[in-house]
Nanobody
Framework: QVQLVESGGGLVQPGGSLRLSCAAS????????MGWYRQAPGKQFELVAA???????NYTDSVKGRFTISIENAKNTVYLQMNNLKPEDTAVYHC????????????WGRGTQVTVSS
């Protein structure tokens, strides 16, 4: 069974930075893509950033220029560097992993809380 464990969340002041990590284990298949979604109270579940195994990236407009996603395929780990954080970035951040097989299910982490407040 695939396990994804997120870390790096916390409380930060507006303008501050955090780095989220998500380490995957237990998969028999290599990575096709990994990424991050977030869930804020009263808001839709939103894709924040995604990255494929070859490094192609995709960001939601509200985080472009502030967040950077990266991947270490050998470590089955994805990172999200978040700079210039804003109160509207407050949410639970969940990572996911798409394996390189078909048909195969996406795996999800339980989430890590990010709170941006003064």
């Amino acid at each position: 069974q695939v396990q994804l464990v997120e870390s790096g969340g916390g409380l930060v002041q507006p303008g501050g930075s955090l780095r989220l990590s998500c380490a995957a284990s237990g998969s028999a298949f290599s990575i096709y893509a990994m990424g991050w979604y977030r869930q804020a109270p009263g808001k839709q579940f939103e894709l924040v950033a995604a990255i494929t195994r070859d490094g192609s990236t995709n960001y939601t407009d509200s985080v472009k220029g502030r967040f950077t996603i990266s991947i270490e395929n050998a470590k089955n780990t994805v990172y999200l560097q978040m700079n210039n954080l804003k109160p509207e970035d407050t949410a639970v951040y969940h990572c996911y992993r798409d394996p390189d097989c078909s048909p195969c299910a996406r795996s999800w982490g339980r989430g890590t809380q990010v709170t941006v407040s003064s």
